[in-house]
């Protein structure tokens, strides 16, 4: 699987970029999986649901089920949170997967930039940025600049970084 993070400030559009990239990925027949680190605790679970009755009673991990999609749910119990590194194993094998986040690990990552967010590049200190989209023209900037509401560009800078892209057609004559 190939792997490539979105990254940016808190209000830059990481999210936003996301679900319109996805769809244009998939349109290109690219299966596409994504990997959303938080910040902050976060439940997907409900009180009084069975199986976060069966989390409150302690076990480490409860897989739910039905027709239309399954969810494991891993309770770290005072354990570390997980590594990217460990998580990545854990899904079904697919074309590309997208980590939104994560910024401070060192796969190969696209930048969301706004400047009106007032935020600094952090391409400038993170040198496995391969890229920025940008919602205004970067000056002096040494990396791909890609506009950010340009979602086909964006697509096939992706592709071709990860080398999912395929090979330009031979116009040559024969």
């Known amino acids: ?85 460990d998580l990545l194993p854990r899904m079904t094998p697919v074309d590309l997967v997208l980590i939104e986040g994560f910024k401070r690990h060192p796969h190969d990552k696209l930048e969301v930039h706004r400047p009106a967010v007032g935020k600094p590049l952090l391409a400038a200190g993170d040198r496995s940025v391969v890229a920025v989209a940008s919602s205004e023209l970067l000056p002096d900037l040494p990396l791909p600049q890609l506009a950010l509401d340009d979602i086909p560009a964006i697509a096939e800078f992706v592709l071709r970084h990860c080398g999912l892209a395929p090979p330009p057609h031979d116009t040559a004559d024969r």
């Open 1 to 85: 699987m190939k792997i490539l993070g979105i990254v940016g400030w808190s209000g830059s559009g990481k999210t936003t970029l996301l679900t319109k990239l996805i769809p244009e990925l998939v349109a290109r027949r690219i299966s596409v999986s994504t990997v959303k680190h938080a910040h902050h605790a976060f439940d997907v679970d409900r009180p009084g649901k069975d199986s976060h009755r069966h989390r409150e009673a302690g076990a480490t991990e409860v897989l739910v089920s039905s027709p239309a999609r399954w969810a494991l749910m891993h309770e770290n119990r005072g354990a570390p949170e997980a590594e990217l590194a």
